[in-house]
RNA sequence: GAGCCGUUAGCUCAGAGGGAGAGCACCGGCCUUUUAAGCCGGGUGUCGCUGGUUCGAGUCCAGCACGGCUCACCA
């Protein structure tokens, strides 16, 4: 990162070498513990000094300095184990002149184990009182100031292990995000669900309207595509008898890069067999409410200014009544296709070409889905932009599909799945009359899948859920990078 | 991809034409229950990079890099 050495990083590498000239290994392979920092916080903090003095726990515990007190012939310090703190107190009658000088040598942001009995201070706070400790591994930078912690974003992203170190709320959110992909295997595994793993690289990137990132194999000498959705390969094993199945993995998008984009990003996609969509607007609301409640022991959730409700039933509104009702635009307007596609071209899109069905899109983005702040199913969009979902009995126009917005974000999309071959091929095929409009994003013809769906799929009705915006929501956090560890950023060039 | 804003010590920040600054961290000294420990002493720097204007640029101008926000694309 930098070729010029620090004071700071000089003094540290001194420091090490001292350490080494006194026989220390600077490498050790192990630490013998009884406990984490965590473990001991858990177990003992409920135990008064006079408890603590009677019983005489003696601990072994590991971690990393992140402040020291040196008072002279006696030191204070936190070690951490990325969740919790504790203090250790070294005294040089206890430990002896010759430890209490090798312990000078350790700096903020080294690790080490501590081995002693645990006590309380005069102001009662639970410490280790060292009778010997252990050098585990030196750091060669200082850590980042203590009392505003680590603010630079970039460096926060770029170095997110010191953002964990540094900033305690961020290990929070990740745990957070960790329990909400454990609960939501629990909730469907709990249902008789099947996790299954389906190809990431692709040969025809399928299942949704998006520009994929392209690669080669070498020894097929073929192109392929990392997956914008898994869809496609998930109905196939729908085909193969699996009745319920989902995946929670990676999708892969070349778009742009936003609060609410990644280019790579974490999907819940879930098929049903036997369901449809009004069974999958019902289990949503379900998992949903059970998450809120299982993370966060409430179904009244903050997110920005406002206080999101988990409580089911959901808002339920179609798409067409969404936009009459937030957008202004009349229904006999909504019916004019030419009409639409000029309001639509009013906005800034960069797009050249705009289909009817595209043009609602960008009115619904535009005008209805930032108003949509309460968990709200958006419900039978128009055929044209759905090419996978099956067509409303009583309206052709019209497909039997929800899209759940929350806090002004797409959360879901679903569908009663298309299951008619010949009905498929045929939306293909407008499709693929829309790429050669120019509409880059449109669908591929997919022959493999078109033959499963031959050999017939039952009715089935399948869902995606954005994990990373969903934590969003949970955590409280406008941007997806605060939920992502590693958010991509553009490298950086010295 | 476009607009606006930002980039100064390891970290958090101040400085807005003329001596490179503060707190924490760090270095030296004192200090055996401290906790934003304290006291004495020390500033450790390619002011993002490259040019330009000027007697003089951290400060003004242009270009570039990276980031943030908004927009575009998208979920």
């Not at 310090?77 to 312990?103: A, M, P, R």
């Not at 496609?232 to 193969?240: A, H, I, M, Q, S």
């Not at 699996?242 to 819940?268: A, C, D, W």
Request: charged residues 30%; glycine residues 6%.
């Amino acid at each position: 990162m930098r070729n010029q050495k620090t004071d700071q990083e000089i003094a540290r590498e001194e420091k090490l070498k001292k350490l080494m000239e006194l026989g220390i290994n600077p490498y050790p392979k192990k630490f013998d513990k009884t406990h984490s920092v965590s473990e001991i916080v858990k177990e003992f903090s409920n135990l008064s000094h006079e408890e603590l003095e009677k019983k005489e726990i003696k601990v072994s515990v590991p971690g990393r300095i992140i402040s020291i007190r040196r008072m002279g012939r006696a030191t204070f310090f936190h070690i951490y184990d990325g969740l919790s703190k504790i203090q250790g107190y070294i005294k040089e009658d206890i430990v002896g002149k010759e430890n209490y000088k090798i312990f000078d040598l350790f700096d903020i942001g080294d690790f080490i184990g501590i081995k002693g009995r645990l006590f309380r201070t005069k102001t009662n706070e639970l410490t280790v009182l060292v009778e010997n400790f252990t050098f585990l591994v030196k750091s060669f930078h200082p850590l980042p100031e203590k009392w505003h912690g680590l603010q630079d974003v970039e460096i926060r992203y770029r170095q997110r292990y010191l953002d964990l170190i540094v900033n305690p709320e961020v290990r929070k959110i990740f745990d957070l995000r960790s329990k909400l992909i454990k609960e939501i295997r629990k909730f469907l595994d709990g249902m008789g669900y099947v996790e299954v793993e389906t190809p990431m690289m692709q040969p025809i990137p399928g299942g949704a309207l998006a520009r994929p990132f392209e690669t080669y194999h070498n020894a097929l000498g073929i192109n392929l595509y990392l997956r914008i959705a898994p869809e496609l390969y998930l109905k196939r094993l729908v085909v193969g008898g699996y009745e319920k199945v989902y995946e929670i993995n990676r999708n892969f998008r070349n778009e742009g890069i936003s609060s609410q984009h990644n280019p790579e990003f974490t999907m819940l996609e879930f098929y049903q067999a036997y369901s449809d969509y009004n069974d999958l607007m019902n289990l949503t609301e379900e998992m949903l409410s059970y998450l809120a409640k299982t993370l966060l022991n409430t179904l009244e959730v903050k997110f920005k200014e406002h206080t999101i409700s988990f409580k089911p039933p959901f808002k339920r509104i179609k798409f067409k009544d969404a936009i009459v009702y937030h957008s202004g635009l009349t229904p006999s307007k909504f019916d004019n296709r030419e009409e639409v596609i000029k309001i639509a071209k009013n906005f800034e899109t960069g797009k050249e070409v705009i289909s009817y069905g595209k043009a609602l899109d960008i009115i619904f983005d535009k005008l209805v889905k930032p108003k949509l702040i309460q968990p709200t199913f958006v419900i039978n969009h128009p055929k044209e932009i759905s090419p996978l979902s099956k067509a409303c009995p009583d309206n052709p126009e019209e497909v039997e599909r929800f899209e759940l917005i929350i806090g002004g974000m797409e959360i879901a999309n679903a569908f009663s799945e298309l299951n008619d071959p010949k009905e498929q091929r045929e939306r293909f095929e407008m499709q693929l009359a829309e790429r050669e409009a120019g509409v880059e994003e449109a669908h591929l013809i997919d022959e493999d899948f078109l033959t499963a769906l031959e050999y017939g799929m039952p009715p089935t009705a399948g869902e995606g859920i954005g994990i990373d915006r969903l934590v969003m929501i949970f955590a409280n956090k406008p941007s997806i990078r605060e939920v992502i560890l590693f958010p991509l950023l553009r490298p950086k060039t010295d």
